[in-house]
């Protein structure tokens, strides 16, 4: 099966497409994660990516189109994958369009999350991730045990550059006018799946997995 999730910053796709990815055998493909691993190895799209990201403005369409093309053609992929922050402007869903065209091998399902605006900041600000990658925590909402430590390696959490709040409201700007406009994009198709997004974890999961099983 072939997804997208579909949602503003802070509605939850990372940790849902995860429960997606290990409930369908699917991988989770990050356009995000892709380009944040890119600027820690500096490559060169990773360092002409970073200026942007550390800005919470979005990284060109040609730079994230290829990324997003040569990871969905690795062996993993052929069943199926979920996108996870892709696309997120109407020319990266015409170039994932033309691209699964060719293949033959078309999306299924859009879920969109939805989470008052409110919220959505909330969960932003007090999100804290561990440096070496053994997930998020939150300030209110998920603590660690110890206060300030990952539960997995103790390592001090850190604060993702873009999650300062002048660069969270650069994001949700750049969410409401380049990517809201893909709601219409994918009703269109008969692919969309709205679900609300602002309660549990839990909550959301079933209904995820409720709208899948009826695609
Ligand atoms: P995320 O981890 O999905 O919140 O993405 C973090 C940042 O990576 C975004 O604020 C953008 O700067 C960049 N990014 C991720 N996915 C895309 C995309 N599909 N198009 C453009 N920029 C992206």
Redesign the pocket.
Known sequence: MRIILLGP?GAG??TQAKRIEERYEIPQL????L??DAAKRKTPLGTE?KA??DE????P?PL?VGLIVERMGLPDCASGFIL??????VG?AESLEKELDRKKSPIGAVICLRVDREKLIERLVGRRICPKGHGEYHLRFRPPKIEGRCDVCQTELVQRE?DQEDKIRT?MK?YETETAPLIEFYRDRGLLKPIEAGGTVDSTTQQIESALNAA
Request: zero cysteines; glycine letters at 14%.
């Open positions: 910053p796709k990372g990050s356009t995000g994660d380009l944040r990516a942007y990201m919470g403005r979005l990284v369409d994230v996870d922050g892709f696309p997120r402007t990266q873009d994001r750049a």
